[in-house]
């Protein structure tokens, strides 16, 4: 089911008037359940038996590591775990890409299965890894019921693209009941109406010419490249970030925290800063589960380097079974690299900057880190690395064509610098948009206007969200 159609409307509106009269806690949990396997059977109704089998596998699992708490028994059950977890997403994601260019490097014939790729795999299969993760080191209890687990890993508002919640986090928000306050509908619905706004009006207007010169680039000239490009970078934001936003906000709408997923990554000062502030909880996920348990800054430099590679690699590939994802990942591992080797550098050396220097430094390293973004993406977006190729040739050769220039490419590339360039100058951090007080008439208003202007100016077409196909 997508967010942006009557019928999820009508599934929240019912959904809701239901919570707000029960207020038992296992029956809230069980009400929660039942709606989040209908809303996924309601995108892909075959593959509820393996989100079924996977929590029910991550539930037992985590009841025996605790049971052999401490003893290479629940690390053998971690393992074990881990490894299934992994195959799952292995089988339906990888098998097919890794086995092609296998079979190409060896020359060998091979046969396609086209798998289909179950909705949301990629986010809830590692909401599993964390569960078990946690559990194993005692950041969290192992669940009794098989209900919470059931719950967690397939709670429907988060499970297609995210935010990746950890268990940690999550877990303990079940302790309580949940009641449907007007607080919490107020802020859950403004957040819902912003990600709607990037997701419809800013995203899917520009995926239009996006789109157009992506897919043939040979016959555009450059300066339509250009803004082509730009355009994708700010798409891909407003569309993953407007998902963010929606899943937040319909979690928030039934007293969940789903925490914050962007923070304005535009004004990252580093490859290292980008990351803290695009997709916050795969990039945290992967510091957590995989950069720290490979040894993260404490054994020495090299392994320090060593380390940050196979991290930004691993989350390269989990974007997907493609060389340009591959390349995308290092790319920015090398990038995450060499910032990291540059700041060694500069601490060991007392290299430091003050007063108007650094804040020119400051502005330099934005606008680089914000060019090497745009650069990688385009990789990110290209349907194969030749693709790509033409692309970048075409950028910076000057090369004619057809000279295509949206006037919504325009108008939202001058919206992103302005936003930006007001939390810059403001100190604004992710509370850039703040709720409004509704009890307040003038509120309502702006708000009422608010969802005007976005239903006047959405885009009537395709709204398929980019990062579901991960």
Not at 157 to 168: R, Y
Not at 229 to 247: H, K, N, Q
């Amino acid at each position: 089911m997508n967010f942006m159609t009557l019928g999820f409307v009508l599934f929240m509106a019912v959904l809701l008037i239901v919570m707000r009269f029960c207020k038992n806690l296992r029956a809230q949990h069980v009400i929660l359940l039942i709606a989040s396997y209908v809303f996924y059977a309601l995108g892909d109704w075959r593959f509820l038996a393996l989100l079924f089998g996977v929590s029910i596998l991550m539930w037992a699992l985590g009841r025996g590591i605790a049971k052999f708490e401490g003893t290479g028994k629940a690390k053998a059950l971690l393992a074990a775990g881990v490894a299934a977890d992994l195959l799952v997403l292995g089988i339906f994601k990888y098998l097919d890409f890794f086995a092609e260019n296998f079979s190409r490097i060896f020359g060998m014939s091979h046969v396609t299965l086209k798998l289909v790729l179950p909705i949301g795999i990629s986010f809830y299969i590692f909401q599993a890894i964390s569960y078990l993760a946690d559990v194993y080191h005692k950041r969290v209890e192992a669940e009794a019921s098989p209900l919470k687990i059931l719950l967690y890993i397939g709670f429907f508002p988060q499970i297609v693209s995210g935010p990746i919640v950890k268990s940690k986090d999550f877990l303990p928000q079940l302790s309580a009941a949940h009641a449907i306050t007007a607080d919490n509908l107020s802020q859950g619905i403004q957040k819902f109406a912003v990600g709607l706004f990037k997701k419809a009006v800013i995203a899917d207007r520009l995926g239009v010419a996006v789109d157009a010169v992506f897919s043939a680039p040979a016959a555009y000239d450059s300066i339509s490249i250009v803004m082509a490009v730009l355009s994708y970078t700010i798409e891909l934001y407003c569309d993953f970030s407007g998902y963010s936003d929606m899943a937040i906000g319909v979690a928030k709408m039934l007293g969940f925290d789903l925490g914050v997923n962007f923070n304005l990554p535009f004004l990252a000062k580093n490859p290292s800063d980008f990351w803290r502030r695009w997709h916050i909880s795969l990039s945290s996920w992967f510091r957590d589960y995989v950069y720290i348990p490979l040894g993260g800054n404490r054994k020495g430099r090299i392994r320090t380097y060593l380390n940050l590679f196979i991290t930004m690699l691993l989350s390269g590939l989990w974007h997907g079974a493609s060389w340009t994802f591959v390349i995308w990942g290092v790319c920015w591992a090398i990038a995450s690299v060499l910032h990291k080797l540059f700041t060694d550098i500069r601490k060991r050396f007392q290299l430091q900057t003050h007063g108007a220097a650094a804040k020119i430094t400051g502005i330099i390293s934005t606008l680089i880190t914000f060019a090497v973004a745009i650069f990688l993406f385009t990789v990110f977006r290209a349907d194969s690395l030749s693709t790509a190729g033409v692309i970048f040739e075409r950028m910076f050769t000057g090369a004619g064509g057809i000279h295509y220039i949206s006037v919504y490419a325009v108008i939202f590339v001058i919206l992103l610098f302005a936003v930006n360039l007001i939390a810059a100058l403001f100190n604004k951090s992710n509370d850039l948009f703040r709720p409004l007080n509704l009890a307040k008439w003038r509120c309502k208003l702006v708000f009422c206007l608010f969802v005007v202007f976005t239903f006047c100016f959405a885009y009537i077409g395709n709204t398929a969200f980019i990062y579901a196909q991960f």
